[in-house]
């Protein structure tokens, strides 16, 4: 035997009966999107590494660490799979003009990579639900996402608050930051005699890192430096006040958390979190903010933007600890086949039954009664159907209940359908 084949790290196989997990949360949001008008797209999983570097920025996590960057052997061009999503969705539409036509809510599901540590929350290849409204300045659209996220929760059981809550802040504008950083970097040089190494290495490369610091010695200083908020001007302030004055009226509770900065360098004014406490440190479900200048950076016409990620391996294990998930889908039948020759006849009639809506599997692989119906029970489904040689010979199968008790009957093979309307409407 030759020797078995592995995954690569941090890429997980999501195996039954968890798919059908997966498919019931996909199957709420695209619901609930529908819901709120934001339609369907898909971008390619691979784009030019240049797209990512300019969209989520040089001096990133994502950028420096955690590309999966690699040549096209072909013909040389560098490539990379796709790190998050928002950056693919702006360049397609930069590419077909479609914000010529107007403003646009979109989404996508599906794979992102980032070469991390895989652990609990946290792998090499995951999914995203992005949600993105183009071309629309806010603030109400800042809150639109934010209720709609807040709604996707309530579909699927968890509790805000409780299971989830949000935080929020803003980084006011670009310019607004720099003046901001200026005066950091002031105070810092101010004093110098209290910063520690790593403070002082960071001074002039990323002075808001300093403020992240655990150094006990160096709170007081922290907790005393310049606010950003000191440096917003009125339009930052009133979109702010706006999106805050929504949420109140909304009864959404949240945190306004000044450290808030989200890991892409592409946003501005409204960044938002929903954070959990029930996933150890891997704790943030969703993410997103505002983005107004990341379609002129990508070489579109400039155009206001606000989106959020969310993920989804993040999203199943919060429902798995909350025990959110419902039991997987059973069949409503089995069918029974006690004699493999009759399978070709069988099979007809369970085609009938799919084309009138029941969900019907097959007994498949021989075995005798009793391991037949040890699989129907197994299966969950509520009837064994029993195309027993007697039977068929008479035009006839055996229905006999498997969950709610009830009489085992004849059914004519001629009025399979009318029992499918009948289980349909039961
Ligand atoms: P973190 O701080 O946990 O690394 P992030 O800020 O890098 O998250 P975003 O880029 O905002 O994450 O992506 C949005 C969401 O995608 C996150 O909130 C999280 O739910 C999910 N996510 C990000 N990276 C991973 C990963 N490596 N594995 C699983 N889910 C992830
Ligand atoms: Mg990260």
Request: hydrophobic share 45%; proline share 5%.
């Amino acid at each position: 035997m030759s020797e078995a084949l592995r995954a690569i790290k941090g890429m997980n196989d999501i195996l039954p009966p968890e798919g059908a997990h997966w498919e019931w949360v996909e199957g709420r949001m695209r619901v609930l999107l529908a819901r709120y008008g934001y339609q369907n797209l898909r971008t390619p999983i691979v784009e030019t590494t240049d797209l990512f570097v300019r969209g989520v920025g040089e001096v990133t996590d994502i950028v420096e660490k955690e590309m999966y960057s690699f040549e096209d052997k072909m013909n040389g061009d560098r490539l990379t799979l796709r790190p998050e999503g928002t950056a693919g969705i702006v360049r397609a539409m930069i590419e077909h003009g479609v914000l010529h036509h107007g403003p646009l809510r979109g989404w996508m599901i599906g794979p992102m990579f980032r070469h991390e540590r895989p652990q609990k929350g946290r792998s090499r290849q995951f999914h995203q639900l992005d949600v993105e409204a183009l071309g629309y300045a806010g603030p109400d659209v800042d809150a639109e996402l934010i209720l709609l996220t807040r709604a996707l929760w309530r579909e699927l059981g968890l509790v805000e608050g409780r299971d989830v809550r949000l935080e929020l802040n803003t980084l006011g504008q670009p310019a607004e930051r720099q003046a901001h950083r200026e005066a950091l970097v002031a105070y810092f040089q101010a004093h110098t005699e209290q910063l520690d190494d790593d403070a002082r290495r960071r001074l002039h490369t990323n002075p808001l890192r300093i403020l992240d610091t655990k150094n006990p010695a160096m709170q007081a200083l922290v907790e005393a430096a310049p606010k950003l908020s000191e440096f917003l001007g009125p339009e930052s302030l009133a979109h702010f006040a706006g999106l805050c004055a929504i949420l109140d009226a909304a009864g959404l509770a949240y945190r306004v958390n000044p450290r808030l900065v989200r890991g892409l360098d592409y946003y501005n004014l409204t960044v938002f979190e929903w954070v959990t406490e029930r996933l150890g440190s891997q704790g943030t479900v969703c993410g997103g903010g505002r983005y107004d200048g990341l379609i002129a950076q990508l070489g579109g016409k400039g155009a206001p933007a606000a989106g959020f990620g969310l993920g989804l391996e993040r999203l199943v294990l919060l429902l798995q600890t909350c025990e959110l998930l419902p039991a997987p889908l059973a069949p409503d039948a089995y069918a029974v086949v006690p004699d493999a020759a009759a399978a070709p006849r069988v099979l007809l009639v369970l085609e009938a039954l799919r084309a009138a809506g029941v969900a019907v599997v097959m007994h498949a692989g021989g075995g005798g009664m009793k391991s037949q119906f040890k699989k129907a029970d197994a299966s969950g489904a509520r009837f064994a159907l029993i195309f027993g040689a007697d039977e068929l010979a008479a035009g006839q199968v055996a229905v006999k209940p498997l969950r709610d008790g009830g009489e085992q009957r004849l059914l004519a093979l001629a009025d399979v359908a009318s029992w499918a309307a009948e289980l349909r409407t039961a």
